[in-house]
């Protein structure tokens, strides 16, 4: 992957290429991420891709990920990885009050780029993935806010222990899930900070399994 001054970079460049700006500044590309200043100069210090807004950019532009991330030539790539859709809400937050978006429209088709695919589980199983975002730091420093989540809506049984993306009364969460010995679920944050929760399963709704996850773990 390229280093974050190059993407930058490259971002610039192709904002450059709208004609509506001559020279382009770090807060035009913070504007076309729908970054704060604050935020978008935090994020370039510490070296860290805000990966959802970046899909987001992309797919307005109709850009290829691969080519800003990874500086492929999108020619070359024709063949393999237009064949590789998945299902991506950007405007659902996976957290506290998230809620649920099994009837949400509001989707868009995210490229899947070839080493991703086995992690999918194949291609034949790529209908039954979706990618949504985390927003917060609970399960830091597994998930971290900004890290795009891929779920497996196929595998909804908790009693295997894992990561899944599930709905209460209180809304959409991504949890570790363990199953005890009474028959209840432990549901877990990995971030220590937050106190595990004990549920029947009567109390949440399974959306499905988190498969992998596309972002930068620090």
């Not at 909804?156 to 709905?167: L, M, N, P, V």
């Not at 990995?190 to 399994?209: A, C, F, R, W």
Request: aromatic fraction near 10%; charged fraction near 30%.
């Amino acid at each position: 992957m390229l280093a974050v001054p190059e993407i930058i970079e490259k971002l610039k460049d192709i904002i450059s290429k709208d004609g509506k700006l001559g020279k382009v500044f770090d807060k035009d590309v913070a504007g076309a991420l729908d970054l704060s200043q604050v935020n978008f100069a935090t994020m370039k210090n510490r070296g860290k891709i805000p990966f959802s807004n970046i899909l987001d950019f992309c797919a307005r532009k109709k850009i290829s990920i691969n080519w800003l991330l990874y500086n492929q030539n999108p020619g070359s790539l024709v063949d393999s990885t237009d064949k590789y859709w998945i299902r991506y809400y950007p405007e659902v937050r996976v957290s506290a009050g998230g809620g649920a978006y099994e009837n949400d429209d509001e989707y868009e088709s995210l490229e899947v780029p070839p080493y991703f695919i086995n992690m999918l589980g194949g291609k034949e199983n790529l209908k039954n993935i979706e990618a949504i975002n985390v927003v917060g730091d609970s399960m830091e420093p597994t998930l971290n806010s900004d890290n795009v989540i891929f779920i497996d809506k196929t595998k909804k049984d908790a009693s295997r222990d894992g990561i899944y993306a599930f709905t209460t009364n209180h809304g959409l969460f991504v949890k570790r899930i363990q199953k005890r010995v009474d028959g209840k679920l432990d549901v877990i944050s990995d971030n220590k900070d937050y106190p595990k929760q004990v549920l029947d399963n009567s109390e949440l709704n399974i959306v499905g399994k988190v498969v992998s996850t596309f972002g930068m773990i620090y």
